[in-house]
């Protein structure tokens, strides 16, 4: 029953923040656009599930949800009415984020052999199709603003809060890109085999990959700010939903019990966990 319930809320709320931010009259498939997306987010994540359970494999949990991103931002770049230069930069943004993290974490996660996250997930049914429709959660929530700002018909000249997102978004990117290429190498060296990472960027931030991230959907949300209206400012809770998400819930508190268990008795990693920022890097 509490898995149901909490179904049904990881469904309804992004269904809710989607409907409300739909703009006035404007359909797709006889629903509301925006619903009409989130609704497609939820059924891939649902579709690929079938395959997932079957083979008890999370090999393409993430290239799915990437997958998902372009396909939602497709569907609403082809309902928009004469999109500006300024909404499909949004729409491109995207495209980018989401080709690049798929790739890699798909490409990082074939190298493994798996996702140690789903280990005692992927074995029961119930708790891995949880799994799968919290990413459409997450998709849905991270991109409502994006996408409200796609569908929007109003030809909104840019300007100074459009910059200012878009250059939150170049900054976020290049810091999310940065962390892992750095996290990969390290990885790579035989020298660092059970080692925790404590150079370049993340001798600056604990978590710079999940700053770069958040920031970059802030910078989204802030490039939306001009499109929206009315009820669609709810789509605000979009960079908030990914902070809670990453801070919270499922990244950092994940990490940070791990981290915990394999180096916690080591002087030299309590001495980076005390004097290093969780998320925010230090500029010195």
């Known amino acids: 029953m509490k898995k149901l319930i909490f179904i049904l809320l990881a469904v309804g709320l992004p269904l809710g923040v989607a409907t409300l931010a739909n703009p006035a009259g404007l359909t797709l498939a006889g629903w509301p656009a925006m619903t009409g997306l989130a609704l497609g987010a939820f059924a891939i994540q649902w579709l690929a599930f079938i395959p997932a359970r079957l083979f008890q494999t999370e090999r393409f949990y993430d290239l799915t949800g990437s997958i998902t991103y372009i396909a939602v931002t497709l569907a609403a770049i082809s309902a928009a009415t004469a999109p500006s230069g300024a909404q499909w ?105 059970g080692r925790f990472i404590n150079v370049g960027l993340w001798a600056r931030s604990r978590h710079p990959n999940y700053f770069g991230e958040i920031l970059l959907w802030a910078g989204i949300a802030v490039m939306a700010i001009p499109y929206l209206s009315g009820t669609q400012w709810v789509v605000m809770l979009s960079p908030l939903f990914v902070y809670a998400l990453l801070t919270r819930i499922s990244g950092i508190p994940t990490l940070a019990r791990r981290g915990q268990q394999l180096w916690g008795d080591d002087p030299t990693y309590q001495a980076y966990v005390a004097n290093t920022p969780r998320l925010l890097p230090r500029l010195r």
């Not at 996702?115 to 005692?120: A, G, K, S, T, Y």
């Not at 409502?144 to 997102?165: D, F, K, N, P, R």
């Not at 976020?172 to 790579?188: L, T, Y």
């Open 89 to 193: 930069l949004i729409a491109i943004m995207i495209f980018i984020w989401a080709g690049r993290l798929g790739s890699f974490l798909f490409r990082r996660i074939h190298a493994a052999g798996g996702d140690q996250r789903f280990d005692h997930i992927k074995v029961s049914s119930s708790r891995f199709f949880v799994a799968w429709t919290l990413q459409g959660a997450w998709v849905v929530m991270t991109s409502c603003a994006a996408l409200t700002a796609i569908l929007s018909a109003e030809q909104t000249a840019v300007g100074v809060i459009y910059v200012m997102g878009a250059v939150m978004w170049v900054a976020g990117f290049v810091i999310e890109v940065m962390a892992d290429q750095q996290k990969s190498r390290f990885r790579a060296d035989p020298a660092n085999a």
